[in-house]
């Protein structure tokens, strides 16, 4: 063999042999790589899919939970099924109103096509959607809905997805679960229709997928796994796409539907090879899988093995030709290839072979250099959505941290106001806050305000003997006493360097930051509770407003507390009166039945007074299966007047005259009479003497039986002032935080992307959290109106001010015309501050009625018979007849951007003054606003109580 064919045979070793070694090496590791890369990108994807899928359906379950708790389904639904087959009765017709009020809204809100609410047997009695009503209402659910209704009746639940043929074939859920009445008991059940669009726009969303990939969601049913998603490569219907559990296809969701989460090759419904993921979701019991082709998968390895099998063969052919001459050249091209191989395959991504030189050695190291570079992006791109995922797991931690809070406080609320006494459970509720906080002591003071005192209700982490010693503190001593009296919160932090004196008592029990809030029903101060912890120097905006929230609450259910035994006393006062008359007196309802009698006719017909609630009168009384020919009780449901007749009834001892008065409801309704029987059998020897009589004890009874109802609608007035007080101090409460968070999250904004283009955008977000503040201020002055605060107020004077509000208020061209020449002294006994927010709300009423191109208002004031007159008359748009009727009605309103509140305000302000507001308006020729108010306080009276002080 000749040196020539050694050398050549030599160099082809030397060439071919190391190129050959590192070429597979590098292919292997590249391709190991990859497929790692490829199948940690699946998982997270698949992970991410069925994590976002859980969420929405938690959601879902979630927010019909929340409709559960409504109070108006409690009290609606009943009226609902109990006038199913009556719609256009007045009570179904209210309820209806009511729900239509709220459910519309809350379908918009959470994004569903419809809100079902539906009887028992089965039949739709309400939905949300208008376009469906007649469709549904007093129907039964369809076959393919009914599964929902009977589980609904159980506990929450979703059902299996369908095609719904009424909204062209869009694929749905039902989610369904009991509805309570306000007595705990099941009374239909709740359904919400809910398009699955945003599900499938989540798994439609295939970004890191390539061309290939696909996201599958299935379920297991038998022996079968039904495909819930859209499959990519298949014309049948998806509904119907099933696979046998055990089969040689679609093993990647077969594991999934199954329980089990992993990754790996595997082979997808096609038969195809596929790189795949997949994640089991327990809560649905689905299963979700992130796949791509094998193919495609390894593509850039595939086009790595060409590259080398083409680099060797051309290696190859001219290594022959040109192995003397390009021995030397090749082998430190080799070398460097196969350290930079080595390096790569180490992890090293930044480092470049970098060989220049125009052959197939160099466009190796190029093709190497390109492979680097696309490893070390494809890594990048794996730490990134790394990062998303741990930037979505802190703000879950955050979320779950503020959903034990809601539901800690919503839980504590109902637990408050449940309460006949919440002074025995604030111990409970604040142990609990006390624990989610991680704090180790709590104080609960109720006020003294006539010793000036503070005692101790309850009390946490500190001895019985310690909490003997401050049973009592006075107002201005220590931190609670100092709030007592304040009506301020203390916040108090790094309390162990601190020399404030009023920490010396919580210092004295190692005590390292604390926080008191006052306990208030307006202004009054019912108590304190304070949270203080051993182990922290300072306390998070978020424990400190949720401490706010559980002093609020208690402050609350407090008031609501007095309120009611207020309501009690006042009951039993009345029933004592009642029992007092020595009359035979019965309350009959329109059915003849028995709903109240006094002591005098109970004894009298030998029963206790609840034995004759609910008999019918004429069979108690007279012994008859019908009411008498001369009953009085149906002559007054006849023609609702008052009727009185003499008879002879031996069960009740002799000659009776009997009287029935008309007894009507709130809206003017005849629900029954006050029957009033007086024993005349000795009075017969002297009828004139009775005669003369009659008519005064007629008028008494009336009186009385007038003055019993006026204190009935009182406490009812008394008690929907407390519940609207109770509402809008929740409501305040809960939408001011977030309001604020959004106003903070919008400075942020404007500060830190400075881009004119957002300007608009974040000017606008600011008007809408102002008149959202502004409808909180209204509601809360609506809710804490007091009585007047009395002054001498010159009437003019305070016009004029509201005038100038008014001009600025208004944005379109006014004249306003005033003439108060007739008025003489403008002076009169008031309350400036009511005055001011009296004439306001008429005057910004009266500019907003006026058409876009201006108009005018004229400003009347007269004097008459010890009052005032302020007429206030625009050239707007006016009102119907209905709608001016309804105009003092709280939350009633025309506007689009309105609480419904002013005229309300104005009413009853002007109430309380004593004076009276009417409104006299029609369409097309403006509105006249009429107020009338004594010169003098009129309930100023020595030794009396004003009626506003009794309300």
Not at 268 to 277: F, I, V
Not at 507 to 519: D, E, I, Q
Not at 689 to 703: A, M, P, S
Request: net charge neutral.
């Amino acid at each position: 063999m000749s040196i020539r064919i050694k050398l050549v045979s030599i160099f082809m070793a030397l060439a071919l042999i190391p190129l050959l070694f590192v070429s597979i090496i590098t292919f292997r590791n590249y391709k190991n790589s990859l497929k790692e890369i490829r199948l940690s990108q699946l998982k997270d994807i698949a992970a991410l899919k069925a994590e976002r899928l859980a969420d929405y359906f938690s959601g879902l379950q979630s927010n019909i939970e929340i409709v559960q708790g409504l109070v108006n389904i409690k009290r609606n639904l009943p009226a609902l099924i109990r006038f199913a087959q009556n719609p256009s009765n007045p009570e179904f017709v209210a309820a209806k109103k009511t729900l239509d009020g709220q459910l519309p809204k809350i379908q918009e809100i959470l994004g569903i096509t419809d809100l079902m609410l539906v009887s028992p047997g089965g039949e739709v009695v309400y939905t949300s959607n208008s376009k469906y009503y007649s469709e549904e209402f007093g129907h039964r659910l369809p076959d393919y809905e009914w599964d929902s209704f009977l589980q609904g009746q159980k506990g929450v639940y979703l059902s299996e997805m369908f095609r719904n043929k009424a909204e062209d074939n869009k694929i749905e859920i039902m989610v369904s679960a009991p509805a309570f009445g306000l007595d705990g008991e099941s009374i239909g059940v709740i359904v919400f229709e809910v398009e699955m669009g945003p599900v499938y726009t989540l798994i439609q969303n295939k970004t890191g997928l390539g061309q290939t990939g696909e996201i599958l969601i299935g379920k297991k049913k038998g022996q079968d796994v039904i495909f819930l998603s859209d499959l990519k490569y298949t014309l049948e219907d998806d509904f119907n796409k099933h696979l046998k559990i055990g089969s040689s296809l679609g093993i990647a969701i077969q594991r999934a539907v199954s329980g089990q989460s992993g990754e790996g090759p595997s082979i997808d419904y096609r038969g195809k090879e596929t790189m795949a993921a997949w994640q089991y979701i327990p809560s649905l019991n689905w299963g979700v899988v992130a796949k791509i082709d094998a193919e495609e998968a390894f593509a850039n390895a595939n086009k790595l093995k060409r590259l080398v099998e083409f680099i060797l063969f051309i290696v190859t052919i001219l290594g022959g030709v040109m192995a003397f001459s390009l021995a030397r050249s090749i082998a430190k091209p080799i070398k460097k290839l196969a350290e930079g191989a080595k390096l790569i395959g180490a992890g090293h991504l930044d480092h470049k072979v970098a060989i220049p030189v125009k052959d197939e050695v160099g466009d190796l190291s190029r093709a190497f250099d390109k492979m680097t570079s696309d490893l070390k992006a494809v890594v990048a791109s794996r730490d990134e959505l790394n990062q998303e995922i741990a930037d979505r797991k802190l703000i879950e931690r955050a979320l779950k941290w503020h959903e034990a809070r809601n539901a800690i406080l919503s839980d504590s609320g109902a637990i408050l106001l449940a309460s006949d006494d919440p002074q025995k459970i604030i111990d409970q509720i604040c142990q609990q806050t006390m624990r989610f906080l991680n704090c180790q002591v709590f104080f609960n003071f109720l006020a003294m305000p006539v010793e000036k005192k503070l005692r101790l209700n309850a009390y946490a982490g500190i001895p019985q003997e310690t909490a003997q010693g401050i049973e009592w503190i006075d107002y201005g001593v220590a931190v609670c006493g100092f709030v007592a009296q304040t009506g301020k919160r203390i916040i108090a932090e790094d309390i162990l360097q601190t020399k404030d004196p009023r920490t010396d008592l919580v210092r004295g029990f190692g005590v390292r930051s604390y926080c008191c809030h006052p306990l208030l029903a307006g202004e009054k101060v019912l108590g304190t509770i304070s949270f203080g912890s051993t182990q922290r120097d300072k306390f998070n905006e978020a424990e400190i407003a949720m401490m706010k929230a559980t002093a609020d609450m208690v402050a609350v259910a407090l008031e609501r507390n007095r309120a009611l035994e207020a309501e009690r006393r006042g009951r039993m006062e009345w029933e004592r009166t009642f029992d007092s008359v020595p009359d035979l007196i019965a309350i009959l309802d329109s059915e003849h039945r028995v709903v109240q009698v006094n002591q005098a006719l109970a004894a009298k017909l030998g029963k206790k007074r609840e034995e004759c609630v609910g008999l019918a009168c004429f069979n108690v009384i007279h012994g008859t299966n019908e009411p008498p020919v001369f009953c009085p009780h149906s002559q007054t449901l006849k023609d609702r007047c008052e009727h009185c007749v003499e008879i002879n009834e031996p069960s009740l001892g002799g000659n009776l005259l009997v009287t029935t008065t008309p007894l009507l409801d709130d809206n003017g309704k005849l629900v029954g009479t006050v029957h009033v029987a007086r024993d005349i059998t000795e009075q017969k020897k002297a009828e004139q003497i009775l005669k003369r009589d009659k008519e005064t004890f007629e008028r008494l009874v009336t009186e009385r039986t007038k003055e019993l109802m006026s204190a009935k609608v009182q406490l009812e007035m008394a008690k929907r002032l407390s519940d609207i007080g109770t509402l809008s101090a929740t409501v305040a409460h809960e939408l001011r935080n977030p309001l604020a968070a959004i106003g903070m999250a919008v400075e942020n904004i404007r500060r830190k992307a400075q881009n004119p283009d957002l300007e608009k955008h974040l000017a606008n977000i600011g008007k809408k959290i102002t008149e959202s503040d502004q409808i909180i201020n209204n509601l809360l002055f609506y809710s804490r109106l007091k009585p007047p605060h009395y002054e001498a107020v010159n009437i003019v004077h305070t016009m004029d001010e509201c005038v100038e509000l008014a001009e600025k208020h208004t944005k379109t061209s006014v004249q306003i015309t005033k003439m108060f020449d007739s008025l003489g002294d403008p002076v009169i006994d008031a309350d400036p501050v009511q005055m001011r927010e009296v004439f306001s709300n008429i005057l910004n009423n009266a500019c907003d009625a006026l058409p876009g191109n201006g108009g005018s208002i004229v400003l009347k004031g007269e004097s008459q018979d010890g009052f005032i007159t302020v007429l206030v008359q625009d050239n707007g748009h006016g009102m119907s007849r209905e709608h001016a009727e309804r105009a003092f009605d709280p939350f009633f309103t025309t506007k689009a951007k309105g609480t419904g509140l002013g005229l309300a305000v104005c009413r009853q302000v002007v109430s309380f003054h004593g004076g009276t507001i009417t409104i006299d308006s029609e369409p097309g020729k403006g509105t006249a606003v009429m107020v009338r108010l004594p010169r003098k306080n009129v309930f100023r009276t020595e030794g009396s109580v004003s009626l506003s002080q009794m309300k």
